[in-house]
Structures are given as structure tokens and as C-alpha cells.
């Protein structure tokens, strides 16, 4: 089936290919241009279309810029809000107008972050240092293709299950640009990594992704983690019989974590990613929990922040809703990764505006 697919995708896949190597060209011989920053700029990215950990990377960065004493802003395009422009995220702020992302990091990190949405990211970077000059560094969410923007840094994100240089351009597979690109990143890091991966594994790797990347290209490996569950809705015992929702690109990590920890799902609802609740969704889910009986109700971080849209609070007091954090561990490579990261953030390889 998936030969089939490749096989009948692939004369779009190559128009698109074209597409994207004339228009990566173009930035290269600056026919296009791109804008450089003073400030730091580090950008979060993946060749690949969602599902590779962009949120929880940002996450750890932003953990950790923290650590360091940086002030720190996160810019995202605000996928699915229904604004356009610049905007700041503050308390009034909901999913529809800034966007599911945008709203976690904000709702995470209120008071000690600086978190904007802007489709045009170079208006963006400016606008958000003129209303806040005492910014270090600036992380730009999911901008690996906005090719406006020079950042200092570029982290390229890949999956251990769906390695870029295993994948094939849209619509074949789920490549935004062509694998040759990845040597414009800077960091490499392979996401949902195996806590207990052999070196061997690795090593392999490594030399499979140097094919494309840079030479020298730092390649780091990462795991994922999962937190206690966390009530948000009706007082009431954490229950290992959950009714799943997720609206995110790759349920399955979550999926097998569960089954590990003798989770049984007895439902799972999977929705599509930045999926937009309503009144009628919500009814529906109370309506399934109900029937269901003795369970509660579990769903991702990224869901928690649409669902605990005051508008909803009479179905989240119906029921007990539990959302399980989500965060990333480099393991043995920690020291090394932040070492390379504070590295970066003391100097600017873009030119200064």
C-alpha cells in the first residue's frame, strides 16, 4: 500500500520538490532575502509535516534559557487561530485567536515568557523586540521554512520512528522540502528516541543523517517522558480505565506509554491535530463518558489548553478530565546539548538589525 502511494504521488511529489529547491536556491544566491537579528534567534524546525516534538523542545529551551537568567520570547505562526497579524499572548488570550501552541507556552510559562504569534516572522521578531528591548533570545516555533528569517540557530528536528532520510516529499510522504536540505541546520536532534538505545544504533544514525547534514553537524538523541496526570475538570480519583482524546499528529507514543504503565484505554477518540472544540464536541464527550461509566478522561497538554476554555466549564465539571504533561530527556547527552546550546546564544551569526 504504501508503494502504491509513493508510486501515484510521485509525479506531484517531484513538481513539488522543484518548487521547493528553486525557492531554497533563490534564499541562497539572496535573489530572496533573508533578514538577520543582533539578538539570538533560534529556530525550531523538521523537514517533515508535524509529529516530530516541536512543543516540548521549545519547552526544554525555554527551561533552560530560564536556568541561564535569559529573557526569553517564543514566536509562532498561531496555527488555526483565526487572527492574522502580530499579537501578543496574554490572559484573554483563547486557541481561536493565537492558536493551540502559542497558548500552551503561555498558560506554561505566564509571567516569566514572552510569547507572540505573526505569520511574518521577520515583522514579528520586530515588532516583539520594540515592545520588549530587554529580550536575550528570541525561539521561533516551526520556522525551519521560513527562509525570511535568518536565524542564528537552526534545530532540526526528526522522529527515531520517521527519520527524514527514510522519507519521501508530499504527498509520497510527509517531507515539506527535499532531504538535501537538512544542511542548513545547525543541531540535528532525533526525537521519541528509546531510553535504552545502544550506541550502535546510534552510530548508525548519525552517519545516515551526516549524509545530508553539514559536516560536523551536532546529532543528539532524545527521549520522551511523561508526567503524572494532572485534574482539570470534576474533583475525582485518577483511574487507570481512561477514555483518550488526543488532537495531536502522533498519538502512538502515548499510546504504547500507556500500555506499558497497565493503562487500559477502553476508548480513544483521535482527532486531527490543532482540532478546534466546540459546544457540540464537548456534549459528545460527556455524553461517551457516560456511557462508558467507572473511567476518566484522559487527553494531551495541547488538548488541555482548548478544552479549559471557560465556555466549557459546565462539561468540565460533569466529569473527571485529566491531561498527562509531556517533556523531553537527552539522557547522558543533557550536559553536552545545553553546552552547545549556550554556546549559541552568546553570539550572532546573522546580520545585525
Not at 521547493?20 to 539570538?40: A, C, H, M, Q, W
Not at 544504533?201 to 551526516?210: C, G, L, N, P, Y
Not at 559536516?215 to 496526570?229: A, E
Request: some cysteine.
Amino acid at each position: 500500500m504504501q508503494l502504491l502511494r509513493v508510486l501515484l504521488a510521485a509525479p506531484f511529489s517531484f513538481a513539488w520538490l522543484c518548487i521547493t529547491n528553486i525557492r531554497n536556491t533563490f534564499y541562497d544566491l539572496e535573489v530572496l532575502k533573508s533578514t538577520g537579528f543582533s539578538i539570538p534567534v533560534i529556530c525550531v524546525g523538521n523537514l517533515s509535516v508535524g509529529g516530530t516534538g516541536k512543543t516540548p523542545t521549545i519547552n526544554y529551551l525555554v527551561d533552560y534559557l530560564l536556568s541561564m537568567g535569559k529573557n526569553v520570547a517564543v514566536i509562532s505562526r498561531g496555527y488555526g487561530r483565526v487572527t492574522k497579524g502580530f499579537l501578543v499572548v496574554d490572559e484573554l488570550s483563547g486557541a481561536a485567536s493565537v492558536g493551540d501552541e502559542p497558548l500552551l507556552f503561555f498558560k506554561r510559562w505566564s509571567g516569566k515568557v514572552v510569547v507572540a504569534v505573526g505569520e511574518k516572522r521577520v515583522t514579528a521578531i520586530k515588532s516583539i523586540r520594540e515592545k520588549y528591548p530587554k529580550l536575550d533570545v528570541i525561539l521561533m516555533d516551526d520556522g525551519f521554512q521560513h527562509r525570511a528569517v535568518r536565524p542564528s540557530t537552526s534545530i532540526l528536528l526528526t522522529s527515531f520512528q520517521n527519520p527524514f532520510y527514510r522519507d519521501f516529499i508530499m504527498p509520497s510522504g510527509s517531507l515539506r522540502e527535499g532531504r538535501r536540505w537538512a544542511r542548513r541546520a545547525d543541531i540535528i536532534v532525533v526525537t521519541k528516541s528509546p531510553e535504552k538505545m545502544s550506541q550502535g544504533k546510534k552510530d548508525e544514525m548519525r552517519a545516515k543523517i551526516q549524509t545530508y547534514a553539514q559536516v560536523g553537524t551536532p546529532v543528539f538523541f532524545c527521549s520522551i517522558q511523561y508526567g503524572r496526570p494532572v485534574s482539570f475538570g470534576k474533583k475525582g480519583e485518577w483511574n487507570k480505565r481512561v477514555f483518550l482524546i488526543t488532537g495531536i499528529a502522533s498519538p502512538a507514543p502515548l499510546l504504547d506509554y500507556l500500555k506499558i504503565e497497565g493503562i487500559e484505554v477502553v476508548t480513544h477518540w483521535e482527532r486531527a491535530d490543532h482540532f478546534a472544540y466546540s459546544d457540540q464536541e464537548m456534549e459528545k464527550i460527556i455524553g461517551e463518558y457516560q456511557n462508558i461509566g467507572n473511567c476518566v478522561i484522559l487527553t494531551t497538554e495541547k488538548d488541555y489548553v482548548k478544552m479549559s476554555n471557560p465556555k466549557f466549564q459546565q462539561y468540565l465539571d460533569s466529569a473527571p478530565f485529566f491531561y498527562i504533561p509531556i517533556e523531553f530527556s537527552f539522557s547522558k547527552e543533557k550536559e553536552n546539548f545545553e553546552a552547545v546550546i549556550a554556546e549559541k546564544v552568546t553570539k550572532n551569526l546573522g546580520k545585525s538589525i
